[in-house]
């Protein structure tokens, strides 16, 4: 019987057990959504590795001889080592495409993975392995030749295998953002295959027990100044790239469902305490005919256990079934993997759990006072409350109050509860409503910050390396552009070590080092400036010195730190060619930048990037970024409609008394609306102001996870702050007008023969 009476009640309040199932649905499908994603990616990527091998490190050495390699291998930690010969190449193709070389002295150590063809041999002096993708661009199958250059040197060899690298899950190059696979590649070759009789090893893949930074203490301690330098697994650009990834989407994936789930919670509580409201006398009934009070306590938690439960359970299906495939087309064309599928956590199935037991426990709450009451009580309805004169009332000024704000106030302090389940409802979709339009904001200032503030070109050519000083002086002249030199770098301060880039500026007006508030930094030619989260990082600032090498080279330099400049993409050092000199170092320029628009083909520039072509790389490789903002934004308007829908009619069926009162009094229709419509309007302003530093606080900690790279602060644009208010109180207003048939049809002898 209470089965029957449990589904009757729920067909009659069915909107708000429907928004109590949608938001524990929403709560769990997003979580093991997004979860499910990430999960995925971690799962799938860490299989990748495993089944590759990939190195914990690698070791960059111009010279890898027998006895470095033996110095490397009796080191206590050291499992495995392997030399490898690794440069850059040109393929004989119209585009001139960069190939990465490597030449292998075996294949054990971050394995190529075979997708079509046959095995590496590393007998084979005459076959290549090569990247599947760069094969695909190229239209190249098993069996074909294809010829590289690299130092004035042309070999030709037949394709015996296509595949991936655990390397190069992440391959950009120097003359793009986001990987052209027509223009970049990778092959694998056995040493056989060199031309020369002597392979010149210089980088040496090793796999080792314990920590990497201990590994790294002990390597300097023993082989010290005969290597350049050592790279960790996860200092790897290609490793540390997709984990930044990977813990973005985490990060997005914790953070929102929390909100739903509440919010989830919350509804079931208000729900909950107005249907035990209206069922008193019911309740003290099924007492009166023998009905326990453990009995109708399970009866009423049963309400929102099988909802909740329901909507977790479909969420938790529904959620990594489809979400992830959202992401994956974006994903896939930024990063290579054999394979891209969601994974499954235990921590779905806790979150429901835990969603499941609350409801539980917030049931539990609504139904417990009213169980303990004798049937005799119970029965009869309960008397409305009284509220008594407050400390404000008390003020000359109240009485020059107007009607609608006297009773709203007095309203408001009679169900305190009420007010402040609505102002938290409303607090939190404003939070979510920020945080997803501060996200959005964030990458468009990120885009319009790099490539419009701190860089004015219109092209960027890239230098070919074996390009001369006097050519390369030539096409700076002829493009009337200046030249840089960027260049990857590792830097050690008294507590951290951090890998960042060198920008080496000449007096050019096309690239400005900014402060975070984007004004101007003026680096003079004998300072060196540092990037805010670098300093960061390394816990260091102005008149800090620290330790710093050329990625390739083994010449450390000591530099004082003289400036700080904020770069959202870029962390490392500025100075100038003067400054680079006195230290000791060669300049190099390694691009020509210049306002005038290049489309001419120069034989020592090896790719010409135009402002419009980094924007849209830039844009293509925040796609699936983008994509997540999207989503969340579309959830947070649903959650603000559904909050606001419940809570106003938790407000009007609370309050249905007393409009009936002021009704049978002569207040029009019209009139009791704006009643109404002020008391909504007064809890959504307080939800929103105290949403506003919730959702800065969430949209702080995503930027905090978007890895070393990247320099976000938090911020929200004008226009998405009063869209943010617009959607916030135009949902406000609509839910109130939606009442405005509740208010014509009541039924006002009834509403007022409920108390009598």
């Excluded at 590393?122 to 290549?128: A, F, L, T």
Aim: overall charge negative; aromatic content about 12%.
């Amino acid at each position: 019987m209470l089965f029957k009476k449990m589904l009757r009640d729920i067909a009659k309040h069915k909107t708000q057990f429907l928004s109590i199932f949608l938001m524990a649905f929403l709560g769990v499908f997003v979580f093991a959504g997004v979860g499910g994603e990430s999960v995925g990616l971690e799962v799938s990527v860490n299989d990748y590795y495993d089944a590759t091998n990939l190195a914990d490190g690698w070791i960059y050495s111009a010279n890898l001889d027998d006895d470095f390699v033996d110095k490397v291998n009796n080191l206590s930690p050291t499992k495995d080592s392997e030399r490898q010969l690794v440069l850059d190449s040109i393929g004989n193709f119209s585009n001139d495409p960069e190939i990465t070389l490597h030449f292998l002295e075996n294949n054990t150590i971050s394995k190529f993975y075979l997708l079509e063809g046959e095995d590496v041999n590393i007998s084979d002096e005459d076959g290549v392995w090569l990247d599947k993708k760069f094969a695909d661009a190229k239209d190249l199958r098993v069996g074909d030749n294809i010829s590289f250059t690299f130092n004035g040197v042309s070999i030709e060899k037949e394709i015996k295998g296509l595949g991936y690298s655990p390397e190069y899950v992440y391959h950009a190059s120097d003359s793009s953002i986001i990987p052209d696979f027509n223009k970049m590649g990778f092959a694998y070759l056995s040493y056989e295959a060199f031309p020369l009789s002597d392979v010149p090893y210089n980088v040496l893949l090793v796999d080792f027990n314990g920590n990497a930074s201990e590994y790294n203490d002990l390597l300097s301690d023993k082989v010290d100044g005969d290597y350049n330098s050592f790279v960790e697994q996860a200092e790897n650009p290609s490793v540390s790239q997709f984990s930044e990834e990977i813990d973005q989407h985490k990060m997005m994936g914790d953070i929102f469902p929390v909100v739903f789930i509440l919010i989830a919670l919350l509804i079931l509580l208000t729900t909950m305490t107005r249907i035990i409201a209206h069922q008193r006398t019911q309740i003290g009934i099924l007492k009166a005919v023998g009905y326990t009070n453990k009995s109708i306590i399970f009866h009423y938690v049963s309400y929102g256990f099988w909802l909740v439960l329901a909507g977790a359970i479909l969420g938790l299906i529904l959620g990594p079934l489809t979400l992830p495939n959202l992401f994956y087309p974006s994903m896939s064309a930024t990063y290579i993997m054999p394979e891209w599928k969601p994974a499954w956590s235990m921590n779905f199935i806790y979150v429901a759990i835990i969603m499941v037991v609350m409801s539980l426990l917030v049931s539990y709450f609504a139904v417990r006072s009213i169980s303990s009451e004798n049937p005799a009580d119970t029965i009869r309805p309960k008397a409305p409350k009284i509220s008594s004169t407050g400390f404000v009332e008390k003020f000359g000024f109240w009485n020059k109050l107007s009607f609608n704000v006297r009773w709203n106030y007095r309203d408001a302090k009679r169900n305190k509860f009420r007010a402040l389940m609505t102002i938290v409802g409303v607090m939190g979709c404003a939070a979510l409503l920020v945080s997803a339009f501060g996200m959005y904001d964030g990458m468009y200032d990120l885009k319009e910050w790099e490539y419009s503030q701190i860089n004015h070109y219109d092209s960027k050519l890239i230098v070919n390396d074996n390009a001369t000083i006097s050519s390369i002086d030539n096409i700076a002249e002829e493009v009337n552009g200046d030249k840089l030199m960027e260049g990857a770098i590792e830097i050690e301060s008294a507590t951290a070590k951090k890998s960042g880039s060198l920008l080496v500026l000449n007096d050019t007006n096309l690239v400005t080092p900014t402060d975070y508030d984007r004004n101007e930094v003026k680096i003079a030619n004998d300072e060196v400036s540092i990037s805010q989260k670098m300093a960061d990082m390394l816990g260091v600032g102005v008149g800090d010195t620290v330790k710093w090498h050329i990625m390739g080279s083994d010449k450390w330099v000591n530099t004082t730190i003289d400036k700080i400049h904020a770069d959202p993409i870029s962390q490392g050092f500025i100075m100038s060619s003067d400054k680079l000199v006195d230290l000791d170092l060669n300049y190099t320029p390694t691009s020509i930048v210049t306002s005038e628009h290049v489309d001419k083909n120069y034989s020592d520039i090896k790719a010409v990037n135009s402002m419009n072509d980094m924007t849209s790389s830039w844009d293509e490789m925040t796609e699936s970024m983008m994509l997540l903002v999207y989503i969340l934004i579309f959830f947070a308007c649903l959650l603000a409609v559904v909050v606001l829908y419940n809570l106003g009619l938790l407000s009007f069926t609370e309050i249905e008394r007393e409009i009936a009162t002021l009704k049978v009094l002569g207040f029009k229709t019209s009139a009791l609306r704006r009643l109404l419509l002020t008391q909504n309007l007064w809890f959504t302003a307080i939800g929103f102001v105290l949403g506003l530093p919730l959702g800065y606080y969430i949209l702080d900690i995503m930027w905090q996870s978007s890895g070393d790279s990247f320099y976000i602060l938090p911020s929200i644009s004008l226009s998405n702050f009063l869209l943010t208010a617009v959607i916030t109180f135009a949902l406000s207003i609509i839910v109130n007008l939606m009442f405005s048939r509740k208010i014509k049809k009541l039924d006002m002898v009834e509403s007022l023969k409920g108390v009598e």
